[in-house]
């Protein structure tokens, strides 16, 4: 008998649940990526993150040639290539991992249906979360809105171990004769590559993620606590890229931090915990959205569904250029723009600027982030936006407004991040950096920087737009109490 192991969105070998359940049938296996379209020619779908994600294919092809055999590449409909799979091999047994996002569902139900109906059995595992939706609920059996009860019952449950390395692979033996597409990259798709030597394969693939993941708990684990928002500082552990592709695996994530913890002392203790906690606001957003699915466009909060958004392109274009005048705002996004990549305390200012400030509604800037983020998770970004947008659950409060001058001021002290992405600014004295348009006009010509020239005017007055962001929230609020 064959087995047939569908990677997705789990590109590994090492702690692989699918991998591992079908190894254990002691079958040849097949491992298949397949190429959708819907992914590939999606203009939702940046260059960076698509660029990314074939990269990391990529390792994961080089790995299994070294292993003698190679990841097969097909291009079409999962049903459709999975099943022509099976039949020009005889397969029998289909293995792939669990993902909880709406249309992941839709496509791996389909996917058991046909093949099941074919007379291949179809075997899905718990692989992206420790505690997938469903395992953490409500005495009364209902999901978790709100994060602290949730993340009290998580840490009481038991995790399961990493899954041992086959000492031996049994790959198909026919594998390298086996019709496959070439590993894909951006080029074939008419897009183009990303710039820059940190834009080398070796960043994305799972070597590279495991050695982040030891660089991080080597040091930057111990005073995560103290630094994870301060984006100057690059403190955290920058590894939502591997636990989103898959190149790294939650259970040895949690597990090298439970080693590291069992030996830590004092505020190390409380830094490496304040770590676990992201980990766990990642599997809280993965249930949020797999009970609430149409959280993916619609507020979870129904009285914010109908706030008055003015909507006004040319604030949204000069928000996502990282022209708005306000300098935290405007590196963080030529941050994202250039790297693919945005700070966590960044993305939160970010987010509540372009729909408080602006006034712009939540779901372009999610499309936004969507598109330019490598470490794009549906389930995060969704919970990130609307956490910031004060629509979703357990969301900051509307009438609880970031300051872009004073969150600046707070996590950029010394100014170091702005000035690395915007180095127009870097000549503006400490005092100015995140109001530029307060430098007298003899500091404008010392430091080389004409506001409204070099750089532009703030696009709007903070005070105002915080004014009116409070009055439309509350407007929707009474307009849907009415209705009610
Ligand atoms: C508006 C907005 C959009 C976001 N979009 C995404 C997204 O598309 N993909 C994504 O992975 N994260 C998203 N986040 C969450 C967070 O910003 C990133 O996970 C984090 O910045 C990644 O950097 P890191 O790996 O260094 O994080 P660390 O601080 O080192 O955290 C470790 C891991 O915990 C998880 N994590 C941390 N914070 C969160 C969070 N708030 N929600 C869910 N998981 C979290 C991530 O997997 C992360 O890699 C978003 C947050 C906001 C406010």
Known sequence: MTAIVWFRRDLRLHDHAALHAAMLTGDPIIPVYIVEDSLCLSAAVGDKRLHAHFSAIAALDDALVQLGGRLLIRRGEPQQVLCQLAQETGAEKLFFNRDYTPDARKRDELVSEVLSRHGVFVHACKDLVLHEPGEIMTKQRTPYAVFTPYRRVWQTLP????????????????????????????????????????????????????????????????????????????ATSRLSFALNAGTLSIRTVYHRVQEVLASARGEQVTSIEAFLTELIWREFYQQVLYFHPHTTNHAYLPQFEEVAWENKKD?????????????????????????????????????????KDLLVDWRWGMAYFAQ???????????????????????????????????????FDRDGVFVKKYLPVLREVPLQYIHKPWDMPEHIQEQAGCKIGFDYPLPCVDHAQRRKLAMALFQEAKDRHAKTE
């Open 315 to 355: 604030l949204f274009v000069r928000w996502c250029q990282g022209e708005t005048g306000y300098p935290i705002v405007d590196a963080a996004m030529k941050q994202l723009n250039e790297t693919g990549w945005m700070h966590n305390r960044l993305r939160m200012i970010t987010a509540s600027f372009l729909t």
């Open 159 to 234: 995790k399961d171990r990493p899954f041992p390395q086959p000492t031996e692979w049994i790959l198909f033996d026919r594998l390298k004769e086996l019709p496959s597409e070439p590993v894909p990259t951006v080029e074939a798709f008419g897009r183009n590559r990303p710039m820059g030597t940190e834009w080398e394969m070796e960043q994305f693939g799972e070597r590279a993620a495991r050695k982040r993941l030891q660089q991080f708990l080597d040091r930057d684990i111990y005073t995560y606590k103290e630094k994870r928002d301060m984006p100057g500082v690059n």
């Open 372 to 410: 330019q983020l490598i470490d794009f998770d549906e389930a995060a970004n969704i919970g990130g936006w609307q956490w910031s947008a004060s629509t979703g659950t357990d969301a900051q409060p509307y009438f609880r407004i970031f300051n872009p001058v004073t969150q600046g001021e707070k």
